[in-house]
């Protein structure tokens, strides 16, 4: 898995090296030790692209798995033109391979492994900074599907095979420091 995302952060960035494009680390996620990082490019005078890496590595968060990878795809319109001010967005992501406890589950030695995916709407805002240097503020809300197997914690025997579920949940939330490439 963490070379599948090391080529992809490498695509990623390979894309985004061009004038009017914005690299981004959101500041929230790397104070919860998830490593994460965007990069954002003018499609046309109001319309943007963004793509987000995100992955968590913890095995254990207060003695539950939170491990996951995800890839993220966002649109974005700014009314008063690109990276500047207020922004609405449409976003797609893809969850590699998760290892979690669902955050709605009380048995507590429960938790799941597999795939997902999630669609939704962001509401943000860019501030410029100096030049170079900006701030990029966001909250996205939307659904989330996944297909897991569950697992005891306790003794690794499995209590489910194959299951399914979908989620409305707050998806997004970001304070990312962003800096200008190019000219």
Known sequence: MKKKLLLLAISVL????????????????????VVNMSAETKLADKWTLNGDLVYSPWESLD????KFGQAIAEGRFYPRGTFNGFYVGAYGAYHHM????????????NYQRGKGMSFGATLGYQLKISDR??????????????????????????YVDTNGSGEWLPYKLG????YRLGE
């Open 98 to 109: 998760f290892k979690f406890t669902k955050w709605n589950y009380i048995n507590k030695d």
């Open 175 to 178: 304070v990312a420091f962003t």
């Open 63 to 66: 003695g539950n798995p939170m």
């Open 133 to 158: 240097w900006g701030l990029d503020m966001y909250a996205g809300y939307g659904w989330q599907h996944s297909d897991y197997k569950g697992y005891k914690k306790s003794t690794g025997e499995m």
């Open 14 to 33: 390979s894309v985004s090296i061009q004038a009017q494009t914005r690299l981004k680390w959101n500041a929230l996620y790397w104070a919860a030790g």
